[in-house]
C-alpha cells in the first residue's frame, strides 16, 4: 500500500492546465455543429425610443441568409433575478444605446454581419435621462412605464425610475453625533468599470425534432441561464438543457445570461444550430459594467479613537434594467459600515433607472464601492486624533463573541490578526517615515475589507465507479478561478482517494445537480459543502455494504486513505473500493451514489436586532482582509505607482494555496486598474470607449513588481475542511489603500475614481480634491 498524500493542503496545478497550455480547450466559439448558422446582432443607435416598424426585406434579399428575429418574434415574458423586466430582444422600445433590437443568421458570419447592417429600424425618439440625478427629477421620462406590472419576487419598491430602495439602521445615529470628538462628511464618486472577461460572450443554441433546446454558451451558472431562458421564451425548464465548456472569465457579468436568447430565438426561427459571439466592442455596448455610484458618508469618533456612529447615502447607476442591481445595492449598503464595530448606523441605498448600458454583478458586489468612501474616512479621522491608521483600525475591529452588527457575533477577531500580519510583513512603522526623492513622493497606505461566503443553494453527488474510483458532479460552473480542481481536492480528502482518481463531471441541466452559481465568493464554502456531504453519504454506503461482505457491524468500520474500508483496530483487514462497488453493482444494494443538498443556513442579519428594509439575501460567513500598498507619485505627470502590495486574507483554510495566491493576486491587479485608469466613458448615453485600444486595463509594467499573499488560517467551523471563500475580496482594497497613500504623502484627498494623472495633477494644484 503506497503512503497517502492528503490532497487539502496540496499545491496543485490546475485538472484543465494541459489542455489549455495544449490549445486544446473548447470554448463556445469553438464549438459546431452540423448545419450551424452564424447570429449577427443589430444594435439600436438611440438611448430611448418606441420602435416603429422593421424592415427585414433588403437583409432577407441577401444570398446566405436564412433568418432575421426582431421584437415580433417574442412575445411578452420577461426575465430578471428581483424584478423581471427585460425581453429577450427588444420589444416595443429600446433604452440605452447598442441594444439588441434585431438578429440575423446566415451561412457565414460576414454575411450574417453584412445582413444586420441591411436591416432598417424605424424609431421614434423618447426623451432620455442618463444620470441618476436626471432620472430622479419630478416629470422625469420613465424608462419602464409598466413597472408596476413587472413580476417582483422580493416585492422591493420599485416605482417610477427607482429600483431598489434598501435601509440597514441600528442605534440612535441622530443623537449620537453629540456623542463625537471628531466628525467627516464628504461626498465620493466611482465610476463603470468594464468586466474586461478574457473571452467575449458566446453561445451556441441547437433545436432537437421535440422542439427542446440544447444550449452551449459562456456562463457563470447552467441553471441560472436555463431559469431566465425559461421565462423569456415560455419554454417549461424541462425543455432547455444548459451546459457549460470552458470559460474564458466572467467577473459577474455573466451570472445572468448574455446573448443565449438571441441564439435561442434565430435557434427556433431557422430550426438549425446557431452561434452567436460578439465582438469586443459589441461586448462592451451591450453587456454589463460595475455601478457607477456616488457615496455621501459621514463619521464620527471619540477623542479615544473609539468610532461612534456613521451614515451613508448610497446612489447608483443601474443603467436600463435591474439586472443583478438589487442585490448590488443592498450589499454594498450593509458593507459601508465596513468591517468595524459602530454602535450607531444609518445605511442608505438607492437603484435608479438611467438610459446607459445595464450595470450588473461584478467581483466585489458593491464593496469596492463603499470601501472607496468608508476606508478613506476611516484614515481621516485617525489623522485627525493624531493615531496612526492600523492602530486606530485595531482599536475598532470586531471582538470575539460581542456583538459586531445587526446580531452577528464572530468567533474569531481574524480582521485583527490580518492588520498584525500585514503590519510586520510590510514593515510599516519605517515605510510610513519615507518620503521619496525630490519630485517622485512615496507614501504607503491601508485599507480593510469584509466580504461573505455563505449564500443560496448548492448540490453534489459522488459515484463510486467499479474500480473504485470516483465521479463529482456539482453543476458549478469554473470560470477560469480553478474551482474544478478545489473541488476535487475536496472530494479526494473526503473519500481518501489520490486526486486522479476522482473526475469532475461538467455541467449539465439534464445531469448535474443544482447549484445557484459561480459568484458571491461561494463556491469553495457552499459547494465544497455539498460534496463533503456528498462524499460522506457515498462512504456511509460503502460501510454499508462493506459490514455485509466483512460480516460485522457497521460501527466496527472506517474508512482509510487510499480507497479503503477497514475493521477498526486491525491494520491488515481491509476491503478496497472496487470491492465493495463491485459487490454493490452485481450483488446486493446497486450503485454507490452519495448526494447532499444544502441552502445557507447560518446567521444572518437579523431584523430584531436592527431596522432592515429591503436587503435582499440571507448570506454570511464573514471573511475578512487588509492591503497595503506603496505607492509613489510622480508631480511632474501626476502619474500614481503602485510599488509593492501586501494583502492578508482571513480564509479558514486554504484547499489550494497555490490557487489562493492566484485569486489574491490577479483580485488585486483588477483592483489597480479600478483604482488608476479603468472607466468607461460616455458620450450621452453612448459609449465612447468600447475597445481595448480606449479602455486601458492593467499590463505587466502596470503591476507591482511584488505582491505578497499572507493567508490567515483559521479554520471555520462549518466550513469544508474549514474553507472559506477568497475570490471576491482582494479586488477591493487596492483604491482606497492608494488613496489613503496618496493622502499621506500630499494631504490631500481624492474623491473621485480612477485616479488618473489629469485628476491628481488637478488635486495638486488645487491642494484639496479632484473633481
Given at each position: 500500500?503506497?503512503?497517502?498524500?492528503?490532497?487539502?493542503?496540496?499545491?496543485?496545478?490546475?485538472?484543465?492546465?494541459?489542455?489549455?497550455?495544449?490549445?486544446?480547450?473548447?470554448?463556445?466559439?469553438?464549438?459546431?455543429?452540423?448545419?450551424?448558422?452564424?447570429?449577427?446582432?443589430?444594435?439600436?443607435?438611440?438611448?430611448?425610443?418606441?420602435?416603429?416598424?422593421?424592415?427585414?426585406?433588403?437583409?432577407?434579399?441577401?444570398?446566405?441568409?436564412?433568418?432575421?428575429?426582431?421584437?415580433?418574434?417574442?412575445?411578452?415574458?420577461?426575465?430578471?433575478?428581483?424584478?423581471?423586466?427585460?425581453?429577450?430582444?427588444?420589444?416595443?422600445?429600446?433604452?440605452?444605446?447598442?441594444?439588441?433590437v434585431a438578429a440575423v443568421a446566415a451561412v457565414d458570419l460576414d454575411t450574417a454581419r453584412r445582413a444586420a447592417q441591411l436591416v432598417d429600424v424605424e424609431y421614434e425618439e423618447l426623451p432620455a435621462v442618463f444620470t441618476p440625478d436626471e432620472a430622479l427629477n419630478p416629470g422625469a421620462p420613465r424608462l419602464h412605464e409598466e413597472i408596476a406590472t413587472y413580476v417582483n419576487v422580493l416585492g422591493l419598491p420599485a416605482r417610477d425610475n427607482i429600483v431598489q430602495e434598501c435601509e440597514i439602521a441600528q442605534g440612535d445615529v441622530d443623537k449620537a453625533w453629540s456623542q463625537c470628538d471628531v466628525i467627516v462628511e464628504d461626498t465620493y464618486e466611482t465610476q463603470a468599470q468594464y468586466h474586461a472577461y478574457m473571452e467575449p460572450c458566446s453561445a451556441l443554441v441547437e433545436v432537437d425534432a421535440n422542439g427542446k433546446l440544447t444550449v452551449w454558451s459562456s456562463n457563470q451558472s447552467i441553471f441560472r441561464d436555463q431559469a431566465n431562458l425559461s421565462e423569456s421564451l415560455g419554454l417549461p425548464m424541462s425543455k432547455i438543457r444548459c451546459l457549460s465548456p470552458r470559460v474564458g472569465g466572467a467577473f459577474g457579468g455573466k451570472i445572468e445570461?448574455?446573448?443565449?436568447?438571441?441564439?435561442?430565438?434565430?435557434?427556433?426561427?431557422?430550426?438549425?444550430?446557431?452561434?452567436?459571439?460578439?465582438?469586443?466592442?459589441?461586448d462592451m455596448e451591450t453587456m454589463r459594467v460595475r455601478h457607477p455610484a456616488r457615496i455621501h458618508?459621514?463619521?464620527?469618533?471619540?477623542?479615544?479613537?473609539?468610532?461612534?456612529?456613521?451614515e451613508v447615502s448610497i446612489v447608483m447607476d443601474i443603467?436600463?434594467?435591474?439586472?443583478?442591481?438589487?442585490?448590488?445595492?443592498?450589499?454594498?449598503?450593509?458593507?459601508?459600515?465596513?468591517?468595524?464595530?459602530?454602535?450607531?448606523?444609518?445605511?442608505?441605498?438607492?437603484?435608479?433607472?438611467?438610459?446607459?448600458?445595464?450595470?450588473?454583478?461584478?467581483?466585489g458586489f458593491g464593496g469596492p464601492q463603499a470601501a472607496w468612501a468608508g476606508e478613506q474616512q476611516i484614515d481621516e479621522l485617525a489623522a485627525k486624533l493624531g493615531m496612526d491608521p492600523?492602530?486606530?483600525?485595531?482599536?475598532?475591529?470586531?471582538?470575539?463573541?460581542?456583538?459586531?452588527m445587526c446580531g452577528i457575533e464572530l468567533e474569531r477577531s481574524d480582521l485583527k490578526e490580518c492588520l498584525i500580519k500585514v503590519r510586520a510583513a510590510s514593515d510599516w512603522d519605517r515605510r510610513r517615515n519615507e518620503r521619496g526623492k525630490p519630485g517622485f513622493r512615496r507614501a504607503i497606505g491601508i485599507a480593510c475589507i469584509p466580504h461573505i461566503s455563505g449564500v443560496l443553494s448548492s448540490s453534489a453527488i459522488v459515484r463510486i465507479l467499479e474500480d473504485g474510483s470516483a465521479v463529482l458532479s456539482t453543476g458549478a460552473v469554473d470560470n477560469g478561478q480553478g474551482s474544478d480542481t478545489v473541488l476535487v481536492q475536496i472530494a479526494a480528502e473526503s473519500?481518501?482517494?489520490?486526486?486522479?482518481?476522482?473526475?469532475?463531471?461538467?455541467?449539465?441541466?439534464?445531469?448535474?445537480?443544482?447549484?445557484?452559481?459561480?459568484?458571491?465568493?461561494?463556491?469553495?464554502?457552499?459547494?465544497?459543502?455539498?460534496?463533503?456531504?456528498?462524499?460522506?453519504?457515498?462512504?456511509?454506503?460503502?460501510?454499508?455494504?462493506?459490514?455485509?461482505?466483512?460480516?460485522?457491524?457497521?460501527?466496527?468500520?472506517?474508512?482509510?486513505?487510499?480507497?479503503?474500508?477497514?475493521?477498526?483496530?486491525?491494520?491488515?483487514?481491509?476491503?478496497?473500493?472496487?470491492?465493495?462497488?463491485?459487490?454493490?453493482?452485481?450483488?446486493?444494494?446497486?450503485?454507490?451514489?452519495?448526494?447532499?443538498?444544502?441552502?445557507?443556513?447560518?446567521?444572518?442579519?437579523?431584523?430584531?436586532?436592527?431596522?432592515?428594509?429591503?436587503?435582499?439575501?440571507?448570506?454570511?460567513?464573514?471573511?475578512?482582509?487588509?492591503?497595503?500598498?506603496?505607492?509613489?507619485?510622480?508631480e511632474a505627470t501626476g502619474r500614481i505607482t503602485p510599488l509593492e502590495v501586501w494583502a492578508a486574507h482571513d480564509l479558514g483554510r486554504a484547499i489550494n494555496p497555490m490557487a489562493v495566491e492566484g485569486q489574491i493576486e490577479g483580485g488585486v491587479v483588477q483592483g489597480l486598474g479600478y483604482a488608476l485608469f479603468e472607466e468607461?466613458?460616455?458620450?450621452?448615453?453612448?459609449?465612447?470607449?468600447?475597445?481595448?485600444?480606449?479602455?486601458?486595463?492593467?499590463?505587466?509594467?502596470?503591476?507591482?513588481?511584488?505582491?505578497?499573499?499572507?493567508?490567515?488560517?483559521?479554520?471555520?467551523?462549518?466550513?469544508?475542511?474549514?474553507?472559506?471563500?477568497?475570490?471576491?475580496?482582494?479586488?477591493?482594497?487596492?483604491?482606497?489603500?492608494?488613496?489613503?497613500?496618496?493622502?499621506?504623502?500630499?494631504?490631500?484627498?481624492?474623491?473621485?475614481?480612477?485616479?488618473?494623472?489629469?485628476?491628481?495633477?488637478?488635486?495638486?494644484?488645487?491642494?484639496?480634491?479632484?473633481?
Amino acid at each position: 500500500m503506497t503512503a497517502y498524500t492528503h490532497p487539502v493542503g496540496a499545491r496543485l496545478p490546475r485538472l484543465e492546465t494541459r489542455e489549455k497550455i495544449t490549445g486544446r480547450a473548447e470554448y463556445t466559439d469553438d464549438l459546431t455543429r452540423p448545419g450551424m448558422l452564424y447570429g449577427a446582432i443589430v444594435q439600436s443607435p438611440h438611448a430611448h425610443a418606441r420602435i416603429k416598424n422593421y424592415d427585414i426585406g433588403k437583409a432577407l434579399d441577401l444570398p446566405g441568409v436564412i433568418g432575421i428575429v426582431t421584437g415580433n418574434d417574442t412575445g411578452l415574458g420577461r426575465s430578471g433575478p428581483f424584478i423581471k423586466d427585460e425581453t429577450a430582444i427588444a420589444k416595443g422600445k429600446v433604452r440605452y444605446i447598442g441594444e439588441p433590437v434585431a438578429a440575423v443568421a446566415a451561412v457565414d458570419l460576414d454575411t450574417a454581419r453584412r445582413a444586420a447592417q441591411l436591416v432598417d429600424v424605424e424609431y421614434e425618439e423618447l426623451p432620455a435621462v442618463f444620470t441618476p440625478d436626471e432620472a430622479l427629477n419630478p416629470g422625469a421620462p420613465r424608462l419602464h412605464e409598466e413597472i408596476a406590472t413587472y413580476v417582483n419576487v422580493l416585492g422591493l419598491p420599485a416605482r417610477d425610475n427607482i429600483v431598489q430602495e434598501c435601509e440597514i439602521a441600528q442605534g440612535d445615529v441622530d443623537k449620537a453625533w453629540s456623542q463625537c470628538d471628531v466628525i467627516v462628511e464628504d461626498t465620493y464618486e466611482t465610476q463603470a468599470q468594464y468586466h474586461a472577461y478574457m473571452e467575449p460572450c458566446s453561445a451556441l443554441v441547437e433545436v432537437d425534432a421535440n422542439g427542446k433546446l440544447t444550449v452551449w454558451s459562456s456562463n457563470q451558472s447552467i441553471f441560472r441561464d436555463q431559469a431566465n431562458l425559461s421565462e423569456s421564451l415560455g419554454l417549461p425548464m424541462s425543455k432547455i438543457r444548459c451546459l457549460s465548456p470552458r470559460v474564458g472569465g466572467a467577473f459577474g457579468g455573466k451570472i445572468e445570461v448574455t446573448v443565449q436568447p438571441i441564439a435561442a430565438l434565430l435557434a427556433l426561427k431557422t430550426g438549425r444550430p446557431v452561434r452567436v459571439t460578439l465582438t469586443r466592442e459589441q461586448d462592451m455596448e451591450t453587456m454589463r459594467v460595475r455601478h457607477p455610484a456616488r457615496i455621501h458618508m459621514k463619521t464620527g469618533a471619540k477623542k479615544d479613537g473609539t468610532l461612534v456612529a456613521r451614515e451613508v447615502s448610497i446612489v447608483m447607476d443601474i443603467g436600463a434594467y435591474a439586472d443583478d442591481s438589487p442585490g448590488v445595492v443592498g450589499v454594498s449598503t450593509a458593507f459601508s459600515r465596513g468591517p468595524y464595530r459602530i454602535p450607531h448606523a444609518r445605511c442608505r441605498g438607492l437603484g435608479v433607472y438611467t438610459n446607459k448600458l445595464r450595470s450588473g454583478a461584478f467581483r466585489g458586489f458593491g464593496g469596492p464601492q463603499a470601501a472607496w468612501a468608508g476606508e478613506q474616512q476611516i484614515d481621516e479621522l485617525a489623522a485627525k486624533l493624531g493615531m496612526d491608521p492600523i492602530d486606530f483600525r485595531l482599536k475598532n475591529a470586531p471582538e470575539p463573541g460581542r456583538e459586531w452588527m445587526c446580531g452577528i457575533e464572530l468567533e474569531r477577531s481574524d480582521l485583527k490578526e490580518c492588520l498584525i500580519k500585514v503590519r510586520a510583513a510590510s514593515d510599516w512603522d519605517r515605510r510610513r517615515n519615507e518620503r521619496g526623492k525630490p519630485g517622485f513622493r512615496r507614501a504607503i497606505g491601508i485599507a480593510c475589507i469584509p466580504h461573505i461566503s455563505g449564500v443560496l443553494s448548492s448540490s453534489a453527488i459522488v459515484r463510486i465507479l467499479e474500480d473504485g474510483s470516483a465521479v463529482l458532479s456539482t453543476g458549478a460552473v469554473d470560470n477560469g478561478q480553478g474551482s474544478d480542481t478545489v473541488l476535487v481536492q475536496i472530494a479526494a480528502e473526503s473519500l481518501g482517494l489520490p486526486v486522479e482518481r476522482i473526475t469532475f463531471s461538467q455541467p449539465d441541466t439534464d445531469a448535474s445537480p443544482y447549484n445557484w452559481g459561480t459568484s458571491a465568493s461561494r463556491v469553495t464554502y457552499m459547494v465544497g459543502r455539498a460534496v463533503v456531504g456528498a462524499a460522506d453519504d457515498a462512504v456511509k454506503k460503502l460501510i454499508k455494504y462493506a459490514s455485509q461482505m466483512m460480516e460485522c457491524a457497521e460501527v466496527d468500520l472506517e474508512l482509510r486513505p487510499g480507497g479503503f474500508i477497514g475493521l477498526k483496530g486491525v491494520p491488515e483487514k481491509v476491503l478496497p473500493f472496487a470491492a465493495i462497488s463491485g459487490f454493490a453493482h452485481w450483488a446486493a444494494g446497486g450503485p454507490v451514489i452519495g448526494s447532499h443538498a444544502l441552502h445557507y443556513d447560518g446567521p444572518v442579519l437579523d431584523p430584531t436586532k436592527a431596522v432592515i428594509k429591503h436587503f435582499p439575501f440571507r448570506f454570511g460567513v464573514w471573511t475578512f482582509g487588509v492591503q497595503a500598498v506603496e505607492i509613489e507619485i510622480d508631480e511632474a505627470t501626476g502619474r500614481i505607482t503602485p510599488l509593492e502590495v501586501w494583502a492578508a486574507h482571513d480564509l479558514g483554510r486554504a484547499i489550494n494555496p497555490m490557487a489562493v495566491e492566484g485569486q489574491i493576486e490577479g483580485g488585486v491587479v483588477q483592483g489597480l486598474g479600478y483604482a488608476l485608469f479603468e472607466e468607461m466613458v460616455w458620450d450621452g448615453g453612448k459609449v465612447a470607449n468600447p475597445s481595448f485600444m480606449d479602455y486601458k486595463i492593467p499590463g505587466t509594467m502596470d503591476t507591482p513588481t511584488a505582491i505578497h499573499s499572507i493567508l490567515i488560517e483559521n479554520p471555520d467551523g462549518t466550513g469544508p475542511f474549514g474553507a472559506k471563500g477568497i475570490g471576491e475580496p482582494p479586488i477591493v482594497g487596492p483604491a482606497p489603500a492608494i488613496a489613503n497613500a496618496f493622502f499621506h504623502a500630499t494631504g490631500v484627498r481624492l474623491h473621485r475614481l480612477p485616479m488618473t494623472p489629469e485628476r491628481v495633477l488637478a488635486a495638486l494644484k488645487e491642494g484639496v480634491r479632484a473633481h
